[in-house]
C-alpha cells in the first residue's frame, strides 16, 4: 500500500467515526499532477499531463471544505455544480460526479485539461484563500479531468426528444457549435453542422495540441454528436458554398447559430513580416496539428518550417502551445518575447510552467522592432527593443514603454506571431443585415441573438478572443434561446 | 452527409498539366469566376492545395479542376484515374471577379496561369467586352487551353519562348503593342507566373492600362484564418483567400510574393522525390496521354 493509499484510509476512517473537520482537510497535502517526463516529452506530441489516479483524486477532493455559499460555481462560467460532484469523488462515487457534470457541461475531459480553472472556479475557492495561493485551491479542473478519463463507457448518449420537424444550421464544429448541435439536438431539432476544414472540431483539433488535449478525446464529442443523429458536413464555407440567407430561405433551416471562431490573425505590423519563416501562430499549430506536419516526409505531406531558433512573439496560451510544439518539432532554442513582464501574462500558469520546464527562453519585457531577413527572403534574425513598464493602462494591467536604444538582436530562423485575431470577414461580408461591431465582431444580446431573426451567434466571432468555457457557455445560452424561438415558431 | 467527388473524365495536356471533370455539385452550384476551390485527396495525412476552378457544369454538378504536377499531392492527384475520387474539395473561395462591361479587355495567360484565365475571360466576354487574348508558355507543348481561347477571343495572340509555336516572344511584347494601340484596352487581365505578371503590370502601368492579377499564394485554411497567403498590396497586409485572390497589379509587390512562395522548396522536392520512388517501385507510369 502507498503512502496515499495509507492516508486515504485513515481520512476514510476518520470520516466514518466522527466527520473530518477544516483543520483535516487543510493537513491533507495538495496533490501534484503527475506528468511526462520534462525531457522525454521534448521529442513526443503525447499528452504532458497524465491525470490523477483514483487515490490521489479523492485525497484532491477530500480537501473541499464543501462551503456553503459555493464560491467556485460563481467563478464558473457553466456553473457546474462543483462542490456536489467533488464530493462525489471524495465519496468514490465517480459516476455520480460525472452526471453532475454533465449536467451543465457536455465537454468534461475537453474543460478538465484546457479551462482557466486558476481564473475562473478555483480562484475564490475557500482552501486556496486560506493558503494565500490560488495553486493550493482545490484542483477542480483535474478533478473534473479525472472523472471524465475514469468513464470508459464511451456509450452514453443523451436522450433526444421527439422529432420536432425544425431544422438548425451550426456552422462551425468548435466547442461552441459542439455545445449548440448537442442542446439544440436534445430538444428534438434536425442539427447540421458546417465545417470549413476537412475534420471537426475546431480550435480543439486545428489549435489546441495534442500534448495538451489528445485528439482521441476531441473525436470521442463528436461522435457522440453523430450518435445522437447530427449531421456533420466538412468542407462547407458557410458565406461561400451557401449564404446564411441561401441555407434559411432555400435549404429550410428555421434557425442559424455562428460560431466560426478566429479570424485574421494579427501581424505587429513591422517590417520583415513577409519572409519566410515567419507564421502566424493560426498557421504555424494548423500546420503542425491539424495537418500533422510534425510527420512530414514519414506519411504527413504538409510541411512546416525545419526550425532550429526560433521566436514566439505574445504571451497567451497559445504563444505558450506555439512554442512547445516547436520544441517538438525539433526547434534547439526557443524563445517566447513578451513586452511586458511574466505577471501580465495571459496565458495558464500551468502552461508558463511547463514550457519552463521545457526549456523556453522566456524574454519578457522585450519587444520585435523589425525581423532580418537575407536576400532570399528567409528569416535570419530579429531586432528588439528592451521595455520597462510604466502606469496602468486601459487593460489594468502596467503600461509597456520602451526603453530608447535598447536594441538588440536575437539570433532566429523562425518567428511565430501569437498576438490575437481580428474578426473573420467571410460571414459579415456575406450576410447582409448581420450588425457588426466596427471591429467587425457579431454584435449580439444576452440571449446571443443577432440582429437577424433567427440567427444567433457566439465564441471568438462575438467576443474577439475567448476561452472554450466562455465560447461553450455562449454556445448553452444560444442553444436554450434557439430552443426557445422554436418553440414559438410556427 | 458525405459528398462524393468522382473523376469523370481526366486527360494530360503537356507533360505536367492534368485536368479533371470532377463531381463537386455544392461548388458547381455556388462558384463564379475567379474563384478557387481548397482540395485534399488524403483526410488523414494529406496536404491541403488550393486549385482554380476552370469550368463548371451546373447540370452535372461537376467542375474542371486543372493542375501543374510540382510536389508530391500534385503528383498523387495526376495519378488518379477516372472513377477515383477525391477525398475532399472546399469552396468555392476567395471573391469572384468584378465582371462588368469595361470595353476591351486583354487577358494574358502564361502557361498553368490559362486555367484561372478562361473562366475570367469567358465571363468579361458573355458580359459584352471585346477579348484580346495572349498565351504564353516556354514552348509549344506547354501552351494549354489554345482552342477553348480561341473560341472565345475577337483577337488571339499566342507567344513561346523559343518560337516553337505563335510569335517568339515574352507575352509582355504584344502586351506592350496592344496597350500602345489608340484607343487602348480598357482593362488587362494578367495570371500566371509571379515573374511574368510582375513584367506584364511594369508594362501596363506605364501605358496606364489598369490591371487585374490573380494570385496563387501558399494556403492551409483558404477561410481568413491561418494567414499564410498575406501579400502586400499597396504597402498593406492582405490575405489572398479572404481578400483576393484578385488584386490590382499595380499595388502588388511581386517580390515579396516571390520570395514566399518558394518557402517549402526544399520539403517539397525532398517529397516529390520520395513519391518518384515509391512509383518507380509499385511500377507507375505516366499512361494517359494528351486529350484521351
Known sequence: MTDDEKLLQQLLEKQKTGGLKPSDRFAIPSQPMPTQDEVERRSNIDEVALGYTETSARLEAMRCLQCKNTPCIEGCPVKIRIKDFVGAIADGNFGEALDIIKANSLLPAVCGRVCPQEVQCQAPCTVGKKFKDVEKGVAVGRLERFVADWDKSGDSIPEVAPATGKKVAVIGSGPGGVVVAADTRRAGHDVTVFEAFHKPGGVLVYGIPEFRLPKAIVQKEIDTLTKMGVDIVCNFVVGRTRTIAELMKEDGFDAVYIGVGAGLPRFMGIEGEHLVGVYSANEYLTRANLMKAYKFGKGADTPIAMSKKVAVLGGGNVAMDSARTAVRLGAEKVYLVYRRSEKEMPARVEEVHHAKEEGIEFCILQNPKRILGNEEGYVTGMECLKYELGEPDDSGRRRPIPIKGSEFTIDVDTVIVAIGNGANPLIGQTTPGLELSKWGNIVVDENCKTSLEGVYAGGDIVLGAATVILAMGQGRVAAAAINEYLTGKA | ?292
Open chain 2, 1 to 292: 452527409m458525405n459528398v462524393s467527388h468522382k473523376i469523370l473524365s481526366k486527360s494530360q495536356l503537356s507533360e505536367n498539366v492534368f485536368t479533371v471533370e470532377v463531381e463537386a455539385p455544392l461548388v458547381a452550384r455556388a462558384r463564379k469566376a475567379g474563384q478557387f476551390v481548397i482540395v485534399g485527396i488524403s483526410d488523414d495525412y494529406g496536404e491541403r492545395i488550393p486549385l482554380t476552378i476552370a469550368g463548371v457544369d451546373t447540370d452535372k454538378g461537376t467542375i474542371r479542376l486543372i493542375w501543374q504536377r510540382v510536389g508530391k499531392t500534385t503528383a498523387e492527384m495526376a495519378d488518379l484515374k477516372i472513377g477515383e475520387s477525391i477525398d475532399y474539395i472546399a469552396g468555392p473561395l476567395g471573391n469572384p471577379t468584378h465582371i462588368e462591361k469595361f470595353g476591351t479587355v486583354v487577358c494574358v495567360g502564361g502557361g498553368i496561369g490559362n486555367a484561372p484565365l478562361l473562366p475570367i475571360a469567358t465571363a468579361m466576354k458573355e458580359a459584352g467586352n471585346k477579348i484580346i487574348g495572349i498565351l504564353g508558355a516556354r514552348t509549344k507543348e506547354l501552351i494549354i487551353l489554345e482552342d477553348e481561347f480561341a473560341a472565345i477571343s475577337d483577337e488571339l495572340i499566342v507567344v513561346t519562348d523559343d518560337g516553337s509555336h505563335g510569335r517568339k516572344a515574352l507575352v509582355t511584347e504584344p502586351l506592350q503593342e496592344i496597350c500602345s494601340r489608340d484607343p487602348k484596352p480598357d482593362l488587362a487581365v494578367a495570371i500566371g507566373p509571379a515573374i511574368m505578371m510582375k513584367f506584364c503590370c511594369r508594362t501596363t502601368k506605364q501605358l496606364d492600362v489598369p490591371t487585374q492579377v490573380s494570385l496563387n499564394t501558399i494556403m492551409v485554411d483558404g477561410t481568413g484564418m491561418c494567414g499564410g497567403c498575406r501579400v502586400e498590396v499597396g504597402g498593406k497586409t492582405k490575405f489572398v483567400c479572404v481578400d483576393g485572390p484578385e488584386f490590382d497589379g499595380h499595388q502588388v509587390n511581386f517580390d515579396l510574393m516571390m520570395k514566399r512562395l518558394g518557402a517549402y522548396r526544399t520539403q517539397e522536392q525532398k517529397a516529390s522525390a520520395q513519391y518518384a520512388e515509391h512509383r518507380c517501385k509499385i511500377g507507375l507510369t505516366d499512361t494517359i496521354r494528351k486529350k484521351q
